[in-house]
């Protein structure tokens, strides 16, 4: 089953990068671990299917999920869920509360914070179509910590380095990024 597009055939909204982004979420996790592993991690059964009633109406009935309490995968995430913790807390307390509902939010950020897990760039990992349609999703529901980023890092190291500050640890490998050896892998083009 081609689980993107059959969660783009029951979307709201075919371009908006909120959908976008949690159709590449949903989509990667089905793929990887099937349709009987709570697709999330963070989010239980009642808050993925009102994701999905939301965003994606009527697509359980062509997935035909069977989750129960116990569908979360460890093996999702690893020993890294600590870190979805850290970001979706980093992305809870820069939501602006004008973007959408409480439960919103916490779909987007759990989304966003399980995608940041992933190996390639972040607008990538959304499965977005370019990095355009991330800065957009991020400065419309995080437009405080999307304007922080003033020199365009790359979003996935931005948010790790948003995460060092607030523990007030500072491992860069110099004192400021335009003089450090890894500016290229920080500030490049994607």
């Given amino acids: 089953m081609d689980f993107h597009a059959t969660l783009m055939r029951h979307a709201v909204s075919t371009d908006n990068p909120t959908v976008l982004a949690l159709a590449g979420v ?20 009642q808050q993925t299917q009102w994701l999905l009633d939301r965003w994606f109406p009527g697509v359980e009935a ?32 820069h939501v602006d509360a004008r973007a959408g509902t409480c439960e919103e939010a916490t779909c987007v950020g759990h989304a966003l914070a399980c995608a940041c897990l992933g190996a390639n760039h972040l607008w990538q990992d959304l499965r977005l179509p370019s990095r355009r349609e991330l ?9 405080r910590l999307a304007a922080k980023n003033v020199h365009d890092m790359k979003w996935k190291k931005f948010f790790y380095k948003q995460l060092c500050e607030r523990e007030g640890l500072f491992v860069c490998k110099a004192p400021s990024c335009g003089v450090c050896t890894d500016y290229a892998h920080c500030f490049g083009p994607e």
């Fill in 26 to 45: 949903l989509a990667s996790a089905f793929e990887q671990d099937g349709v009987h592993v709570l697709p999330i991690r963070g989010l239980d059964v």
């Fill in 62 to 93: 062509a997935l035909a999920p069977a989750w129960t309490s116990a569908s979360a995968s460890t093996a999702q995430h690893g020993s890294r869920y600590d870190e979805v913790e850290d970001l979706v807390m980093l992305f809870a307390d």
């Fill in 135 to 143: 800065s957009a999703l991020l400065g419309y529901w995080y437009p």
